[in-house]
């Protein structure tokens, strides 16, 4: 497929249109290519129609602040949901006439940087996206996220024809919605080598350059073990690796890997022939290394790589090129602009470098060809095909931002949730575990720890880790590894169970815990091994999990088989053999089925002859083992055990009102109002929302938001669970009052459920597995 890449206009025929022009990305000082990218375009149109108010707002990673210019008006916290429909509203009311979105799943906050899509779905002006990222077998959560950021586009800017093919036929985007634009790069002169090289101290030397921000994806370990080949024929060779480690790489394993490729450039006694320069450097500075370069080196591993900036940097300026043939290479380097090795072939790599070096007349051909095709990728070139999309962005859209704030009716825009508050959980927690009870706000130590709890906390931790930041984070981080600890000493290694109660003296008090406990802890070891950040606790979750699941297989407790499947569904994504999950799955979802066909009545759909707690978690067992293989039953099945729950439990004025633990409910008996528990909104509210996102039915989300506001007040007694003062939630309702006691699990029951509302409200969580 060719598409017809985007023609510039005369700029100033939008002039009387585009008057407030808005840019959201990273921006400089903050160290990465999309910060470089977003402070560049903006400069750039900025010049090229000086009659606009150009601006950006700023994604920080981070939480103190960059130093930014006057250019960035608004920031947002990359992980921080509300900030991003804060800034909808600063745009919306600053009545931006277009919002030009630099994508990359990377910068947002989220699963697959969905954060941004909250951004999205609140602003009222068109939206131009520059995808600096374009995957063609994306997973699940990056294919939801990039079909819902096309939907809220109204234009899409790719930088190569592959990234047009891609949207085309993986995405099924219409080609008359995508701007073909190049790279932006800066203008500079065609100019020899030489004259750089003196201010470097490396006159008379042939130099290899390759810059940017280090990581395990460069390839560079490719380049330097190409260079005793290259060296053997021309002794004078340098390689200069310039740019500093990038950050969240030091912030993960420290410079780990810059000392890799230092230990193999003196294994391979290349020490006189390699130089790191471990900085980020200016503009300025950039373009006298270019200038200095005989050859660019970009031995990328990964073909996905759409766009590279600092390819089209070095090309633009007249650069021969040695790079491996990822899609921005194949397109930029074709017909003799450059030379294409394969990946991870040193030897490839030393060929193609010696043949520039030893045949100047293909060098400066080369070269001259590269400048040629580069003029067209300039910024001031960029910045009005920029302006053309802009352009055709308002012809087909005619919105007033002002009309945002007519749509603020609670019917369109749902009730701010409450801010999340972690001190109970902390003042709940030591070094052990998180204690089980508390006498009003006080952790009660008589009572010990227990596993059931040190499971939902543990779950909660990984949770808020995907989008917390970085206060929540330390506290997540450090509290995580507590409630690990817990639960791998709980489990019995020689018997394959979890043991449940532990007093205060650190004594276990039974040789296994209940089988309901035993696959709660399951079920949070599914969910360490396969969201954790830290890479510790994955392998340790992994391997209790599998010493764990067998004896799953012969319980009779139907929750303890539910809990066990969602430990199964969280885990399952990760496996490579994945062969005894998916047994198990089928083994224990067959036992679910089966029970339900033998107890459910055309008035009793239910797997028991009691409704008694965590009902609903064997509906949202089904619904997932249902969704994830082709069994319909199993679907069908959960999905109308959980629509009885929800009529059963709700009241004649429209409010939730749980199953009572104070009898429960018997099949032809009366059913309990009281006492009213928490872990029952928290399990119907995962449900509902598992089921909304199977589904897509709106009316599970409603159900959800009803359920939810059960903490906050809309229930029998008018009086909310929750206490914002302490962070804490209260145990329960009694039929005159409310149990002022704030323990473990009424505690992370109201968390885990605020967790899943604010993924569900800002368009957060993606997949059906996510809910807790």
């Not at 022009?21 to 990465?32: K, L, N, S």
């Not at 994806?217 to 080949?229: S, V, W, Y």
């Not at 008090?509 to 949070?524: N, Q």
């Amino acid at each position: 497929m060719q598409m017809r890449a985007s023609q510039s206009r005369n700029p100033y025929n939008v002039s009387n249109k585009l008057r407030r022009i808005a840019f959201v990305g990273g921006f400089e000082p903050r160290r990465c290519g999309i910060a470089t990218f977003t402070r560049d375009a903006c400069e750039a149109v900025s010049a090229a129609l000086p009659s606009a108010t150009c601006y950006a707002g700023a994604v920080n990673d981070r939480s103190e602040r960059y130093d930014y210019p006057e250019r960035v008006r608004f920031e947002i916290s990359e992980k921080d949901l509300d900030s991003y429909r804060r800034a909808a509203d600063y745009l919306n009311f600053n009545n931006a006439d277009i919002l030009c979105v630099q994508h990359e799943f990377g910068i947002y906050g989220g699963p697959a940087g969905s954060h941004l899509l909250a951004l999205l779905k609140e602003v009222r002006m068109p939206v131009v996206s520059t995808l600096h990222t374009i995957l063609q077998t994306p997973n699940p959560a990056q294919r939801r996220v990039m079909d819902e950021l096309a939907k809220r586009s109204d234009r899409l800017v790719v930088m190569a024809q592959m990234g047009a093919r891609i949207l085309n036929e993986t995405y099924g985007i219409s080609n008359d919605k995508i701007d073909i634009i190049p790279h932006g790069i800066p203008d500079t002169p065609f100019a020899d080598s030489e004259s750089f090289k003196v201010q470097f101290g490396v006159q008379g030397r042939q130099v290899l350059l390759t810059f940017g921000l280090l990581g395990p994806g460069k390839g560079i370990e490719h380049a330097i073990k190409a260079l005793p080949e290259i060296a053997k024929r021309h002794p004078n060779v340098v390689y200069l690796i310039l740019g500093a480690t990038h950050p969240h790489l030091v912030e993960a394993e420290g410079e780990t890997y810059r000392l890799r490729l230092e230990r193999l450039a003196a294994d391979l006694d290349m020490k006189e022939h390699v130089i790191f320069y471990n900085r980020f450097v200016s503009p300025e500075d950039l373009a006298e290394f270019i200038g200095a370069a005989d050859i660019y080196l970009t031995p990328y591993s990964n073909m996905d790589q759409i766009t590279s900036g600092t390819l089209a940097y070095v090309y633009g300026a007249g650069k021969a090129v040695v790079s491996t043939p990822y899609w921005h290479a194949q397109e930029l380097l074709a017909d003799g602009r450059g030379a294409l090795v394969p990946f991870g072939d040193p030897s490839a790599i030393a060929k193609a470098a010696c043949d520039y070096l030893e045949d100047p007349d293909l060098h400066e051909k080369t070269r001259r060809a590269a400048y040629q095709q580069g003029r067209s990728m300039i910024w001031p070139a960029v910045a009005e095909r920029y302006l053309d999309s802009f352009q055709h962005a308002l012809s087909d859209r005619k919105t007033s931002p002002r009309t945002a704030f007519a749509g603020w009716t609670l019917a369109n825009r749902q009730y701010d949730l409450p801010p999340l508050r972690l001190d109970h959980i902390d003042r709940m927690s030591d070094g052990t575990g998180i204690f089980q009870h508390a006498t009003y706000n006080v952790p009660n130590f008589d009572e010990g720890y227990c596993a059931d709890d040190n499971a939902r906390a543990y779950i909660l931790c990984n949770l808020l880790a995907e989008h917390g930041n970085e206060t929540t984070l330390k506290t997540t981080n450090r509290l995580a590894t507590v409630y690990l600890a817990f639960l791998s000493a709980a489990l019995d290694t020689k018997s394959g169970r979890f043991r449940n109660f532990m007093s205060h003296t650190r004594n276990w008090l039974e040789k296994a815990g209940a089988e309901d406990s035993h696959a709660r802890s399951l079920w949070a070891m599914g969910v360490g091994a396969s969201r954790s950040k830290d890479l510790g606790h994955r392998r340790l979750c992994a391997e209790c999990f599998e010493r764990a699941l067998p004896p799953t297989l012969q319980f009779s407790s139907p929750r303890a088989w539910a809990f066990a499947l969602l430990g199964i569904e969280e885990l399952l994504p990760t496996l490579s053999d994945a062969d005894y999950a998916l047994n198990a799955r089928t083994t224990l979802t067959e036992k679910l089925v089966d029970i339900w066909q033998r107890c459910s009545t055309p008035d009793w759909p239910w797997f028991e002859s009691n409704v008694t707690y965590d009902n609903a978690r064997l509906a949202q067992a089904l619904i997932l083992s249902g969704y994830s293989t082709p069994e319909p039953q199993a679907l069908e099945i959960g999905l109308k055990s959980l629509r009885w729950l929800v009529s059963i439990q709700s009241t004649p004025g429209g409010y939730f009102r749980p199953i009572g633990s104070n009898g429960f409910y018997k099949k032809d008996g009366a059913r309990a109002e009281f006492d009213q528990q928490p872990v029952e909104a928290l399990a119907m509210i995962s449900a509902t929302l598992v089921a909304y996102r199977v589904t897509q039915e709106e009316s599970w989300s409603r159900e959800a938001h009803r359920i939810f506001e059960w903490f906050l007040g809309r229930n029998d007694l008018g009086l909310p669970l929750y206490d914002s003062a302490t962070g804490g939630c209260c145990d329960g309702l009694h039929p005159d009052r409310v149990n002022h006691n704030q323990g473990a699990e009424s505690t992370l029951a109201f968390h885990l459920a605020l967790a899943e509302m604010n993924n569900a409200q800002h368009f957060v969580t993606l997949s059906p597995h996510l809910s807790v």
